[in-house]
RNA sequence: GCUUCCGUAGUUAAAUGGAUAUAACGGUCCCCUCCUAAGGGAUUGUUGUGGGUUCGAUUCCCGCCGGGAGCACCA
């Protein structure tokens, strides 16, 4: 049902556009004031009247009747409430009717939209920093799916580059088979790391590295055999995390896939009379030196970022024909993707104004910023088993006759890590500490999850919802708050896409639950009369499959029980 | 130096330009004969600073202070 369209279809007067008024609808900020306002201080100055003469003349416009129960002016503010009884029943019932299908819409409907996360470094850890880039674009990934968009999600693999000259360097001198087949990545990272420790008393290794990547660049066949094997490690550890994760992509085509898409680019764009030398090396200069110069060729011909990035945009184009192109990476990298989107429209592509960097914070340990060189790393995979057995040891503490314990503490472990970093704007910097990830109370995932197994719970001791419903039980101050709530969440779901901001959903999860929790605790379910029961578990059902819902597109899972 | 982002309780953070600036964490203190205490409650504020725009600014604009990031052959 739609509610803002109630309102303004009560509004008896044309001396207000009503597509306006539509658009001024909030929710007012005490609930106490009433279910929708429409503040009138916008519309005063075109109106030449105080806020407050337009909010009276508003409310005395207004036809009550219906759900709508009543409409009243306060300063400058016209503030609807409905029939209680009658809206908790219709958005309760509208999101039950719905089922896991509430909240979300066909807006994206024949629409593409193509996001650029994780992106993993072949050879490197994935660490606390990939994390964080990696649940924000599964988030982002599943939120626009829930929008009806057709979504592509791109894994575009740093699997190219000199760092693998070196790689087979270190393999060759001082790799063990058999530790790197028992170790992974770790194993790799070591002796990545002891490479770069000998080359500054032994820089003879530099040039063998080059040699090394100039052989894979040159098809060389023990060259590649080694690539290929280091690549496999990484993507065979790599997928492990991501299943525990829940994420998935729908295309792995990384840099080397585009080393034989960048020279038509640079064609081009020398065509267009772009392309410029300096220096020995090819560069495109921004109008009146606004941005430094995007160098896409080096003065020994090799190619950039920069190139592979622009080379991807357009087979992305070409491939999808995407309405949006997202880039979920770090702010670091700001300079970079305002040049190549620069580039774009000096080409004279009109959808350079689709592609997007969605821009997050960095994530640094309390021993400084994360470098795998310099071995200053957390390893993803310790802190989600170290998430895990704490969530292990609480169960046997709160809990040890809980069945499954494994896969809840799995479920309660891993969401709580992606909680902690799906929870503030994306643009915040971070430091990873243990003593935060593994705190399990107030606004954190295992916070969220309790509170759906507490939904749970009740249908488990009450059973369901009989005929008899009386909705005199949600007249009440906690049961309101959290009407209010579920009737916002399709909005939210819009708000966090428009805005490329899971932490929209990750507060307002947090928000319903705090609401939920507080019923709980003023009111009883099981006990009470039939209908007023019925009510009340009608509100419990509601609350635990949109808790689950918002959980779901951020990647987390619900347990039943915990 | 230039560009850009950030600055809100002790800490980490919320707040489409709107009503009395929200939470959580840590500390102290209450609440399980009662539907899961991973819960609920009590207890702290000159939104860095000085101007400006506005009926109204944490939010927009300008200056200053403090911090992060970037600024040519790495990605």
């Given at each position: 049902m739609d509610y803002r369209k109630i309102i303004i279809d009560s509004i008896q007067s044309n001396l207000y556009d009503k597509q306006v008024l539509s658009e001024l609808i909030a929710a007012p900020k005490d609930a106490g004031m009433g279910d929708f306002c429409i503040p009138c201080f916008k519309l005063a100055k075109e109106m030449r009247k105080s806020p407050a003469v337009i909010a009276e003349e508003l409310a005395s416009a207004v036809k009550t009747g219906g759900i709508l129960e009543e409409v009243k002016a306060v300063a400058g503010f016209v503030n609807f409430r409905f029939d209680k009884a009658r809206f908790a029943q219709q958005v309760l019932n509208d999101a039950i009717q719905a089922g896991e299908n509430y909240g979300?819409?066909?807006?994206?409907?024949?629409?593409?939209?193509?996001?650029?996360?994780?992106?993993?470094?072949?050879?490197?850890?994935?660490?606390?920093?990939?994390?964080?880039?990696?649940?924000?674009?599964?988030?982002?990934?599943?939120?626009?799916?829930?929008?009806?968009?057709?979504?592509?999600?791109?894994?575009?693999?740093?699997?190219?580059?000199?760092?693998?000259?070196?790689?087979?360097?270190?393999?060759?001198?001082?790799?063990?088979?058999?530790?790197?087949?028992?170790?992974?990545?770790?194993?790799?990272?070591?002796?990545?790391?002891?490479?770069?420790?000998?080359?500054?008393?032994?820089?003879?290794?530099?040039?063998?590295?080059?040699?090394?990547?100039?052989?894979?660049?040159?098809?060389?066949?023990?060259?590649?055999?080694?690539?290929?094997?280091?690549?496999?490690?990484?993507?065979?550890?790599v997928s492990r995390i991501y299943d525990r994760l829940h994420i998935s992509f729908d295309s792995y085509a990384g840099e080397s896939f585009y080393n034989d898409k960048m020279q038509p680019v640079l064609d081009e764009l020398s065509d267009k009379g772009l392309l410029e030398t300096s220096n020995g090396a090819k560069v495109v200069k921004f109008q009146d030196d606004t941005m430094p110069p995007c160098l896409l060729q080096r003065s020994d011909g090799a190619t950039l970022y920069a190139t592979r990035d622009m080379a991807a945009a357009f087979y992305r184009k070409k491939t999808y024909d995407f309405d949006k192109c997202l880039y979920v990476v770090a702010y670091q990298q700001n300079l970079h993707f305002q040049q190549i989107f620069k580039v774009l429209e000096m080409m004279g592509c009109q959808w350079h104004k689709d592609m997007i960097h969605v821009a997050h914070g960095m994530v640094s340990l309390e021993s400084g910023s994360m470098s795998t060189r310099g071995g200053n790393v957390v390893f993803l995979e310790d802190v989600l088993n170290t998430a895990v057995a704490k969530a292990k040891a609480v169960i046997e503490e709160k809990n040890p006759m809980l069945e499954g314990k494994e896969l809840i503490a799995e479920q309660v472990g891993v969401g709580a890590v992606l909680f902690g970093v799906l929870y503030n704007s994306r643009i915040k910097d971070m430091v990873f500490s243990f003593d935060k990830v593994l705190n399990f109370e107030g606004e954190t995932g295992p916070y969220v999850q309790y509170t759906y197994a507490r939904c749970n719970s009740l249908f488990e001791k009450c059973g369901d919802i009989g005929e008899e419903i009386d909705y005199s039980g949600l007249d009440n101050e906690e049961c309101r708050a959290i009407v209010g709530l579920i009737e916002k969440y399709p909005e939210i779901i819009k708000e966090s896409a428009k805005k490329y901001e899971p932490s929209v959903v990750t507060r307002y999860v947090v928000d319903l639950s705090q609401a939920f929790n507080k019923f709980y605790f003023e009111h009883k379910v099981k006990g009470e009369a039939e209908g007023i029961k019925n009510a009340r578990l009608l509100l419990t059902k509601a609350t635990g499959q949109v808790v689950a819902s918002a959980l779901s597109l951020l990647g987390i899972e619900t347990p039943q029980k915990m």
């Open positions: 979300k819409n066909d807006e994206g409907k024949g629409k593409t939209v193509c996001i650029d996360y994780s992106s993993v470094n072949i050879a490197k850890p994935f660490h606390m920093g990939h994390l964080l880039n990696t649940a924000l674009g599964g988030a982002i990934y599943r939120i626009y799916k829930a929008l009806g968009y057709e979504v592509v999600g791109i894994n575009h693999l740093g699997d190219w580059g000199t760092q693998f000259g070196k790689l087979i360097v270190a393999y060759k001198r001082w790799g063990d088979r058999e530790d790197i087949e028992k170790r992974g990545v770790r194993g790799l990272v070591d002796i990545y790391v002891k490479f770069h420790k000998e080359e500054e008393t032994c820089p003879e290794l530099s040039d063998e590295a080059r040699s090394w990547f100039k052989a894979i660049e040159d098809g060389n066949e023990e060259a590649l055999e080694l690539f290929e094997y280091f690549k496999r490690i990484t993507l065979k550890e």
